[in-house]
């Protein structure tokens, strides 16, 4: 009861942030109260930094890779791009934007497509003059894919990479499960977004209101260093992936050399196109103390009894069959992820699964279940992932307020079948692929 009283006053101060004490000082404060407690010692801290450092600082670097492209003006021009593209079709529009969407959630993780493609989206729409209700399907939309299409690669989420980590998959063999699954995520969430939005968009938009894509541009050589960039990093990731080195690595050596030259380093009498003073201020420091903090306080829970009685539960999935056992895990992990958030529900699914007795396939498929269940079992609460908090923050300021009851009502239709496809995906897909890989 202490331990589950310790978690509940941490999440209620990272959900609530009074002011002047933001989502690291919340967490790192309840993993103090529980060291202080006993609920932990100095070595269950040392484990939940072995396990989350990784993950952290490549979340860390991922964010900092994506302000700096943002500001450089990189996603404002894709986005005007893909609305050229669209050839004034407001429904060929909406599913460009679902896909521009994807593409980012893919490379630059979930929080990266949310919380920096859905200010473009809001000011492409209010250029094009579009009407509230339209606008509001296009950020709903814009949010949900995020997370539904989070799923294709280890980099993608951060608790795909904690995940992944935890139970030493490497990068390629992540992706080789969870790209087709991605896949499937993203054709049934288009799927349900036009199912559930379509009739009530208009027909048409004005492309004459639009700007040149061009002059989206701020910085060109940053612009121009975007495409190769990625490149490299994808080809190191893959590349590097039998060696065992840290994402943490790649994507810090990356977001270095897009800094450098960002400031414009070597280039003699050359200036910074964009503000990287601001860049840095609004990367999320605060995420590194909120992982190891918030884990802390989760690891003690999990050893105070809720790893054993979710351990309980996975097991008797487990005992029904594969395909109970993968839709099981997914359901219970994404309900977890909803009503605790889907950080502690990483670390509780890893530990839980890590108890159960299964033979390779089911325990391969109740990992990868748990990645599916923390990816898109956010989207049924606004509490369910820090993301969402925040991108519900951000449309508020931009005049898109959106109320926890209609963001559920929305959350709890379009979910479902989305969380569902995946997982049968899943099911269907992971034997095939170790057939073809062994």
Same mark, same amino acid.
């Given at each position: 009861?202490?331990a589950?009283?310790i978690?509940?006053?941490?999440?209620?101060?990272?959900?609530?942030q009074?002011?002047?004490?933001?989502?690291?000082?919340?967490?790192?404060?309840?993993? @103090?109260?529980?060291?202080?407690?006993?609920?932990?010692?100095l070595?269950?801290?040392?484990?939940?930094?072995?396990i989350?450092?990784?993950?952290?600082?490549?979340?860390?670097?991922?964010?900092?890779?994506?302000?700096?492209?943002?500001?450089?003006?990189?996603?404002?021009?894709?986005?005007l791009?893909?609305?050229?593209?669209?050839?004034?079709?407001?429904?060929?529009?909406?599913?460009?934007?679902?896909?521009l969407?994807?593409?980012?959630?893919?490379?630059?993780?979930?929080?990266?497509?949310?919380?920096?493609?859905?200010?473009?989206?809001?000011?492409?729409?209010?250029?094009?003059?579009?009407a509230?209700?339209?606008?509001?399907?296009?950020?709903?939309?814009?949010?949900?894919i995020?997370d539904?299409?989070?799923?294709p690669?280890?980099?993608s989420?951060?608790?795909?990479?904690?995940?992944a980590?935890?139970?030493?998959?490497?990068?390629?063999?992540?992706?080789?499960v969870?790209?087709?699954v991605?896949?499937?995520?993203?054709?049934?969430?288009?799927?349900?977004?036009?199912?559930?939005f379509?009739?009530?968009?208009?027909?048409?938009?004005?492309?004459?209101?639009l700007?040149?894509?061009?002059?989206?541009?701020?910085?060109?050589?940053?612009?121009w260093?975007?495409?190769?960039?990625?490149?490299?990093?994808? @080809?190191?990731?893959f590349?590097?992936?039998?060696?065992?080195?840290?994402?943490?690595?790649?994507?810090?050596? @990356?977001a270095?050399?897009?800094l450098?030259?960002?400031?414009?380093i070597g280039q003699?009498?050359?200036?910074?196109?964009?503000?990287?003073?601001?860049?840095? @201020?609004?990367?999320?420091?605060?995420?590194?103390?909120?992982?190891?903090g918030?884990?802390?306080?989760?690891?003690?829970l999990?050893?105070?009894?809720?790893?054993?009685?979710?351990?309980?539960?996975?097991?008797?999935?487990?005992?029904?069959?594969?395909?109970?056992?993968?839709?099981?895990?997914?359901f219970?992990?994404?309900?977890?992820?909803?009503?605790?958030?889907n950080?502690?529900?990483?670390?509780?699914a890893?530990?839980?699964?890590?108890?159960?007795?299964?033979?390779?396939?089911?325990?391969?498929?109740?990992?990868?279940?748990?990645?599916?269940?923390?990816d898109?079992?956010?989207?049924?609460?606004?509490?369910?992932?820090?993301?969402?908090?925040?991108?519900?923050?951000v449309?508020?300021?931009?005049g898109?307020?959106i109320g926890?009851?209609q963001?559920?009502?929305?959350g709890l239709?379009?979910?479902?079948?989305?969380?569902?496809?995946?997982?049968?995906?899943l099911?269907?897909w992971?034997?095939?692929?170790?057939?073809?890989?062994?």
């Amino acid at each position: 009861m202490l331990a589950l009283g310790i978690f509940i006053a941490t999440l209620a101060l990272v959900l609530w942030q009074p002011r002047g004490l933001g989502i690291g000082w919340s967490a790192m404060g309840g993993a @103090a109260i529980a060291w202080g407690t006993g609920v932990v010692n100095l070595g269950d801290v040392a484990t939940v930094w072995g396990i989350v450092w990784d993950a952290t600082f490549t979340f860390v670097a991922l964010i900092l890779i994506s302000l700096i492209l943002d500001a450089a003006g990189c996603f404002s021009w894709a986005a005007l791009q893909m609305a050229r593209a669209g050839g004034g079709a407001t429904q060929r529009l909406f599913v460009y934007i679902v896909l521009l969407g994807a593409a980012i959630a893919a490379v630059f993780a979930n929080d990266g497509a949310a919380l920096l493609l859905t200010p473009i989206v809001v000011a492409l729409l209010a250029r094009l003059g579009m009407a509230s209700t339209t606008a509001l399907a296009f950020v709903i939309a814009t949010g949900f894919i995020a997370d539904t299409a989070s799923l294709p690669l280890t980099i993608s989420n951060l608790v795909n990479i904690v995940t992944a980590n935890y139970f030493a998959i490497d990068f390629d063999g992540y992706a080789v499960v969870m790209a087709p699954v991605a896949l499937v995520s993203i054709v049934a969430t288009l799927a349900v977004l036009l199912l559930f939005f379509g009739r009530g968009l208009p027909r048409r938009y004005d492309l004459t209101a639009l700007a040149p894509p061009h002059e989206a541009i701020i910085d060109r050589q940053v612009f121009w260093l975007a495409g190769p960039l990625l490149v490299m990093i994808l @080809a190191a990731l893959f590349g590097l992936a039998a060696y065992d080195v840290p994402f943490s690595l790649v994507m810090g050596s @990356a977001a270095v050399l897009l800094l450098a030259v960002a400031a414009r380093i070597g280039q003699r009498g050359q200036t910074p196109r964009v503000d990287l003073r601001a860049i840095m @201020a609004s990367a999320p420091w605060p995420i590194v103390w909120f992982s190891l903090g918030m884990y802390i306080v989760v690891y003690g829970l999990g050893q105070a009894g809720l790893t054993d009685h979710a351990a309980d539960i996975l097991a008797w999935l487990a005992g029904q069959g594969q395909l109970i056992a993968t839709l099981g895990t997914g359901f219970v992990v994404a309900a977890t992820a909803a009503v605790m958030n889907n950080m502690p529900a990483t670390l509780i699914a890893s530990l839980a699964i890590d108890q159960v007795q299964v033979d390779a396939l089911t325990r391969q498929l109740m990992i990868h279940a748990s990645i599916i269940g923390n990816d898109l079992g956010p989207k049924f609460t606004p509490i369910g992932s820090l993301a969402t908090l925040l991108w519900l923050h951000v449309l508020a300021g931009k005049g898109h307020s959106i109320g926890w009851g209609q963001y559920m009502k929305i959350g709890l239709i379009l979910t479902p079948p989305v969380l569902l496809a995946s997982l049968l995906a899943l099911w269907a897909w992971l034997p095939m692929a170790n057939r073809l890989a062994g």
